[in-house]
C-alpha cells in the first residue's frame, strides 16, 4: 500500500513571495490533514477534509493561507504572501474516515522563508 | 487551555535500558481520546496507540507499554529493553470533541548503543 505523498520535500522562498504544497493520500482514505510542525514543536492543524468538504479550518490563517481539496482526492495548500514565521514542516496526512482512525503523515515538506 | 504537556524535552538512554515518557493533559471534557505518535530523523510521524477516556486499562504491546491514570490525567508510556531504532520524537497527543487533535510538544529519546 503506498503511503502518503507530497512534494516538494523542501522549499526555500522569500517572504511575499507564494508557495505550494501538494499532498495525494492514501487511495480510499475520506479524510486529509494538513498541519504545520513549528521546529521543537508538535503539528498543528490548520485544516481537515472529508471527501471535499471542510471539516475544520478554524486554525488556518485564512488571510494568507487557503487549501482545497478538488475531487477528493489531492490537496493543496498554499500561502500568499508568505512571511518569516511561516518557516516550518508542512505535514499532510490521511485517515480511513475520521480523526478517531490512526492518522497516516506523509514525510511533509520543509519550508524556508528568507 | 486544555494542554498536553511533555515536560521531558530530550531523553538519553543507553542500549536495553527501560524509558519512561512523560504525558500530561488538560481537559474539561468527559469523552476525549488520547495518543502516541513516534516521529523517527525520516520524519513520517507514525501513530502508536490510541486510548478514551473511558478505558483505564493499561496497554502492551511488545516492548511497548501505557499507563493511563485519569486520577492524575496522565497518559505515560515506557518502552522497556530501549533499542537504538527506539530514537525518535515521541508525541503524546489529545482528541476532545471538537475534532482537533492537539499535539505536546515532544520528547526526544536518544537511545545510545
Known amino acids: 500500500e503506498a503511503g502518503v505523498a507530497q512534494s516538494p520535500r523542501y522549499k526555500i522562498i522569500e517572504k511575499r513571495q507564494s508557495v505550494a504544497f501538494w499532498c495525494n493520500p492514501i487511495?480510499?482514505?475520506?479524510?486529509l490533514y494538513w498541519y504545520q510542525q513549528i521546529l521543537g514543536q508538535g503539528p498543528k492543524l490548520l485544516i481537515q477534509?472529508?471527501?471535499?468538504?471542510?471539516?475544520?479550518d478554524s486554525q488556518l490563517p485564512k488571510d494568507r493561507f487557503s487549501a482545497e481539496r478538488l475531487k477528493g482526492v489531492d490537496s493543496t495548500l498554499k500561502i500568499q504572501p508568505a512571511k518569516l514565521e511561516d518557516s516550518a514542516v508542512y505535514l499532510c496526512a490521511s485517515s480511513l474516515d475520521s480523526m478517531l482512525d490512526e492518522q497516516y503523515f506523509g514525510p511533509g515538506t520543509r519550508l524556508t522563508v528568507t | 487551555a486544555q494542554k498536553v504537556t511533555q515536560a521531558q524535552t530530550e531523553i538519553s538512554v543507553v542500549e536495553k535500558e527501560d524509558v519512561t515518557l512523560d504525558c500530561v493533559y488538560e481537559t474539561r471534557d468527559t469523552t476525549y481520546y488520547l495518543f502516541w505518535y513516534k516521529q523517527p530523523p525520516s520524519g513520517e510521524l507514525v501513530f502508536l496507540i490510541r486510548r478514551n477516556s473511558f478505558d483505564e486499562q493499561n496497554e502492551i504491546s511488545g516492548r511497548y507499554s501505557w499507563n493511563f491514570q485519569k486520577s492524575t490525567s496522565s497518559f505515560n508510556f515506557t518502552i522497556t529493553a530501549s533499542q537504538v531504532v527506539d530514537s525518535a520524537v515521541y508525541f503524546c497527543?489529545?482528541?476532545?470533541?471538537?475534532?482537533?487533535?492537539?499535539f505536546g510538544t515532544g520528547t526526544r529519546l536518544t537511545v545510545i548503543p
Open positions: 477534509f472529508q471527501n471535499n468538504g471542510v471539516v475544520d
Open positions: 497527543a489529545r482528541l476532545t470533541g471538537a475534532n482537533n487533535l492537539f
Open positions: 487511495s480510499g482514505h475520506a479524510t
